[in-house]
């Protein structure tokens, strides 16, 4: 019933939210040269073209979270670009989560904690296990959350339609986290704003969203 809630989300309340500016965005300069976005820098995509169908795209925020400072925020799922390729590669990947700052390269794979589409599978640094939530589809919202335990060390978890999915564990101490997505032939609009979010109610209580951190001067700018 939730996946359909989300399916069903009307398009002009999502434009609505979108046209209220927000303070935390994409960081243009933090992203892959070539990802597509959109004036606001929350709507993110590949470019499209059988020249870069085989390549990843990564985009940062302009903000992230300092240990000891709880946040979420969330991506809407809104699925593949077409292409033609041939080959066995899957063509089309997506992923959500959070990176250090003075990480480069790909979310999950190569740097992060992430969330993916095609396989459901929670990765860092290339090592996958199960979500609990499985794979997700277009028009479905995910959301990445990282909090910290006494030590500093951060834990990042995952919703699907306000559906925990899952946790990972971080290793570095003493680091700021900062939103990361990575599209493959794919395209997602990020929401960074509690009013704009169909699921805020089913996130923990500690839990506040980037912009409402912005607005209380607790996060760390890219």
Known sequence: QLRLVAREMPELAEQSCRRHRSAVRLHRTDCSPQLETDEALL???????SHFAWLRFDGRA?????????????????GQLE???????VPHTCRIGFSFTEDHGELGK???FAYGASNGKLSCKGNFTNSVAGPYRPG???AAAVD????GVPRFSFFLNGHFAGTLAGMRVGQTCFPHVNV?????????????SPFASCYPANMLFANEHVAQGRLITN
């Open 184 to 196: 493959k032939n794919t395209q997602v609009s990020l929401n960074f704003d509690r009013a704009c």
């Open 43 to 49: 709507l993110a995509r590949a470019p499209n073209g």
């Open 148 to 151: 910290w335990n006494a030590s």
């Open 62 to 78: 302009t903000h992230g979270a300092p240990p000891g400072v709880p946040l979420i925020f969330e991506m809407t799922y809104k």
């Open 110 to 112: 190569e740097v992060g």
């Open 140 to 142: 479905d919202v995910v």
């Open 83 to 89: 292409v033609h390729t041939t080959g066995h590669e």
